[in-house]
């Protein structure tokens, strides 16, 4: 298709529309902000708004479009799901077994026979609560271990688990988790050179746990995101997480991996704790498991099945179209070997981020796995790092790529495009983006740190 862009931003039609939501949606409405366009359709890769104008979309519904706008074979597989039922809260039918078998399937084999899943509201945020809910229940205590950075949701249990302090600014908002360092290396958290860590940060975490004196009580969990996502697409190290996973193993703490947006393939591997040698107690998932429909589960061991009848319910954890087009996402992604396409195409779009850092010293970092892909931007001139991303987001746009920033003050261009994107797709991704780039640097050309 190509991305093509006929109009200023935004369009005479997309800001009617942009104008009518301000007034009827509230203040709190977010995407139409730094992308300000009204959907008119879509298509594989691509995303167009009711001007006419093409973007390659690069934000994919924040992960959820694992296969891309519109697959014809997950829209045949919801349509004909909607003439069985639509609905079925947790009664068990043939749609929820198929979904459930092909899900299950695809964990790791050491955890075949030994996993229970739960269905959990629509959202990841939900799928979050149930995990700790279910942890809490098991262990008896209260605590949370997360991370600086990490994100595991806006409703106000979950962003207190959040690193982000600007949305605990709630009255009332519970304080429930200890937060700890995250291997965050490009930056490191105890403020050491790349040459001298010996990944103190998970050092610090064995200490404080392990210290009678430490004044963090054992808590009833630890939640980790594999690669950071709001954070600024930070993957974790490896030895970060093989330590995390034995500490809290020895201490009997449940780990739970946040999977919500790594999920489904996205970092090359079904799930990213995969690449990590690692077996969690919990996994959460949600995001791109629906094939474009609102689902989300909790996966965990069986042992930590401690739940009463009704201990953990909601209105909308049966929904049968999410289930149907989730087995025939599946499906299609083992037969179009879409997770060898992930690292193969992941790596080209990779390779070619680096090309761009190697041709401006602003460009701090290029880091992700798979198709999640972050490049961390460094102040330029007067401008701090979070307004250069928003400068090269806005030139990128003009030219009909959609990507949002993540990270501290908005400091790193955050890609998540389809699964399936093309060498082709990626190449013109790359084109679009270098071509901002550039834009931005020249506007203050002749400055040193251009």
């Known amino acids: 298709m190509g991305a093509r862009v006929i109009t200023e931003i935004p369009g005479p039609a997309s800001k009617r529309l942009l104008d009518e939501q301000a007034v009827t949606e509230s203040s709190a409405r977010a995407y139409p902000r730094l992308t300000p366009i009204a959907v008119g359709g879509a298509d594989g890769a691509y995303l167009s708004d009711v001007d006419g104008n093409v973007f390659l979309d690069f934000l994919t519904g924040a992960g959820v479009l694992v296969l891309g706008h519109n697959h014809p074979e997950l829209v045949r597989a919801a349509q004909a799901q ?4 639509t609905h079925g809260l947790d009664f068990p039918t043939e749609a929820k077994r198929d979904f459930t078998g092909e899900l299950l399937r695809m964990l790791p084999e050491g955890m075949h026979g030994t996993t229970k899943i739960h269905f959990c509201g629509p959202t990841g945020a939900d799928g979050v609560e149930a995990a700790i809910k279910l942890c809490k229940t098991f262990t008896g205590r209260s605590g949370v271990v997360s991370f600086h950075g990490g994100f595991h949701g806006s409703t106000q249990s979950t962003v207190a688990l959040t690193g982000l302090r600007a949305s605990k600014d709630l009255p009332g908002n519970p304080q429930v988790a200890s937060f700890f360092p995250y291997s965050y290396c490009h930056k490191c958290p105890l403020g050491l050179s790349p040459e001298s860590c010996s990944v103190n940060c998970i050092q610090y975490l064995e200490n404080m746990l392990n210290d009678p004196n430490g004044g963090t009580p054992r808590p009833a969990a630890a939640i980790l995101e594999m690669v950071q996502g709001e954070g600024g697409v930070i993957p974790a190290h490896p030895e ?56 989300s589960v909790i996966l965990f061991h069986e042992r930590l099945d401690g739940w009463k009848p009704a201990a953990h319910t909601g209105t909308f954890r ?17 037969r179009d070997d879409v997770l060898g396409s992930v690292r193969k195409v992941g790596a080209h779009l990779e390779e070619g981020l680096r090309r761009l850092q190697e041709r401006h010293s602003f460009v701090g970092d290029v880091r992700g796995l798979g198709l999640m892909l972050g490049v961390e931007f460094g102040p330029l001139g007067p401008w701090p790092a979070g307004e250069v991303v928003d400068r090269i987001r806005q030139a990128a746009l003009r030219r009909g790529l959609i990507f949002e920033p993540a990270g501290r003050g908005g400091c790193v261009a955050r890609l998540l495009p389809p699964l399936n994107l093309t060498i082709e797709e990626a190449d013109e991704a790359l084109e679009i983006l270098t071509a901002a780039v550039s834009e931005v640097a020249e506007s203050l050309r002749g400055h040193d740190d251009c």
């Open 318 to 334: 049966g929904n049968q179209l999410a289930f149907a087009a989730g087995a025939a996402q599946i499906r299609v992604m083992e």
């Open 82 to 85: 909607l003439e069985v039922s």
């Open 240 to 295: 970060f997480v093989r330590r995390l996973r034995e500490t809290t193993t020895a201490l009997d703490i449940p780990l739970i991996v946040d999977e919500v947006q790594t999920g489904c393939g996205r970092t090359g591997t079904w799930f990213a704790f995969e690449q990590y040698g690692i077996e969690p107690d919990v996994v959460v998932s949600s995001k791109g498991l629906g094939g474009g429909h609102p689902v």
